[in-house]
């Protein structure tokens, strides 16, 4: 396995290749809506437009179906973003790597974009060691469990904040529900949501990419095993990305919506 190029600024880690990986899904979504918005048509509506309008009619769909139709529509475009976002950073890592090699003779700390990634005494320690350095620069950010948590936490103040912004009474109501002594574990409940969104989202990808890599090590042999792994990975991707939305949709209906047939 490669090393990844980890830096600490102020007494924080930032891996840079999961930066640079969050930075090229983003700007891939972005292209992807503003070539489907480019040339809007009603009679001759372009591939991308048709591509998009099926992509919103499957997000509308999806929200509709955890929640009242006319508080549907405001969370599309959160819909939109979490999908598309997910589902690309997902597929990000599988078409090729780009990994870093250092050279054996290299000495001193090794620096990425004048960035120290590896210090002197650790490269020497390796080379010691008789290991070779070599940092992956290229993979899926949700491969990392700082970007998939880091999405659900967003996710779940953004539940929190809409619940008491919108239906404040009954949302606070709902923790001592069906009974006051439930109490500790509504609050256990709302910590288990950010960390299984997290941990599902990161384990799925994280354990793609691993596979990914131990096939590699079979040389030609695993090829047929790359192409047809490579297939699933995909829909792993699209699984993934739809699950991470609609959980995130539920516990926002969870959080806003009051059934009045329920009291």
Not at 116 to 122: G, P, V
Not at 238 to 263: G, P
């Amino acid at each position: 396995m490669h090393l990844f190029p980890v830096v600490e600024i102020g007494g924080l880690q930032f891996d840079l290749s999961s930066i640079l990986a969050i930075l090229v899904s983003s700007l891939i979504v972005f292209i992807l809506a503003m070539a489907s918005v480019r040339n809007l048509s009603v009679t001759h509506p372009t591939k991308m437009q048709n591509f998009m309008e099926w992509v919103i009619e499957f997000v509308h769909n999806t929200v509709a179906s955890t929640m009242p139709l006319e508080k549907a529509k405001r969370y599309i475009s959160l819909g939109m973003t979490l999908i598309m976002f997910i589902f690309i950073s997902n597929l990000l890592g599988l078409p090729f790597g780009i990994v870093l090699e250092v050279p054996e003779d290299h000495h001193g700390a090794v620096t990425l974009f004048g960035l120290e990634i590896l210090s002197e005494d650790a490269l020497a320690a390796m080379h010691a060691a008789h290991e070779h350095a070599a940092f992956a620069l290229w993979k899926s950010p949700t491969a990392d469990i700082a970007v998939t948590a880091g999405l659900a936490i967003v996710v779940i103040f953004l539940v929190h904040f809409l619940g008491l912004r919108d239906n404040a009474k009954h949302y606070l109501k709902h923790y001592f529900e069906p009974f006051p002594i439930f109490f500790p574990l509504n609050i256990l409940k709302e910590l288990a949501k950010p960390l299984t969104l997290a941990l599902r989202l990161y384990a799925n990808i994280f354990a793609g990419e691993v596979l990914i890599s131990t096939i590699l090590m079979m040389g030609w042999i695993g090829i047929p095993l790359m192409a047809a792994w490579q297939g699933f990975s995909i829909f792993v991707g699209a699984i993934q990305a739809f699950l991470f939305t609609i959980l995130t949709m539920v516990y926002i209906s969870q959080a806003t919506v009051h059934d009045e047939s329920a009291h």
